[in-house]
């Protein structure tokens, strides 16, 4: 019985007949600065999955550089001839494509790849039954957003930080990581004074300082009522973060820049972070967030989102530890219809599929 169940199940699926690839860079205005750079524009690679029932999904992948855009755009085109013909089974296919990168790696620009299609496969799935990824997944939890404040001193944080609390965000997230301790305290105090006692403040060094460092400027902030700080070091300096973590009694947040949910197990065996944000791109695509929600449930760790508003939120809602959606506006020009945020809270009636469709004339316009 099972079998026939299944089989049935599989012939009511789309047929995966290809995908379209097309590269394109978006200006931020304005910039984003960090610690670490400003950011400028976003080279972003959009894939749509075409399938015997019509086009179907769409995935947005960001290369962060203009260098690896191209190169991305032609890996996704060049894994084509993998899913041409196969089923609409997403959490299938990552598992043979999985296997068959097991030797080239499945991080870095393959990671990317890999995410591209996992995520418009999902979106097709979610299309096909007529319903959200949310629906697809059963989840029904709301979540809240907050807000980001660029590397922008003093007197811009707090106006920025003011603008999100207006809005209704109930948390403002600055980069942090200036010249002495005492600018990034200016900042954060200005920032409170701003958006008054109740909404959340967290502060980004985007991997600035040494761990030594982390722990003497982390421990000069632990007064500030900070909800975390967030990359203090490398990424994947795992015990250079537990040290600060230890050190320090402010909550650590990593994870973004983390591939895939061996990264995240390592971290976790490290007690690298006290919370996780996730990138649903290096996660591994909505396959890989899937398995690190669970990771993250069995931890006891509160999850949160890098980038990716209109999919994240939906994924948070079906994940058990779900903390706060990074909201970010930036690839908004190529949506057709953006992630509405309203109160601060992600408004997911009447989505379909993952949220993402194109606004066909910015894409072409922005076309790299
Ligand atoms: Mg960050």
Known sequence: MGTVAGEALQSSLAVVKGLRVRAVRVP?????????GAITESPLV???????AGELGHSIVFTYTNAALKPVADLVKNFEPLVVGESLLPAHLEQKLAARFRLLGPQGLVGIALAAIDMALWDALARLHGTSLLGLLGGAKTVRAYGAVGYDGVAESARVAEDWAKRGFAGVKAKIGYPTVREDIAVIRAMRKAVGGDVAIMVDYNQCLSPAEAVQRLRALDDEGLTWVEEPTLAHDYSGHALI????????QCGENWWGTLDLQHAFDAHASDFV?????KIGGVTGWLRAAALAHVRNVPLSSHLWPEISAQLLCCSPTAHWLEYADWWNPVLAQPLRIEQGVAQLDGVRGSGIEWNEEAVKRFSA
Do not use: K, N, Y
């Not at 931020?28 to 670490?36: F, G, I, Q, V």
């Open 28 to 36: 931020l205005d304005p910039p984003h600065r960090t610690a670490s």
């Open 46 to 52: 959009l894939t749509d999955v075409l399938t015997d």
């Open 245 to 252: 973590s230890r050190e320090t009694r402010t909550p650590i």
């Open 277 to 281: 944000m996730i990138d649903v791109m």
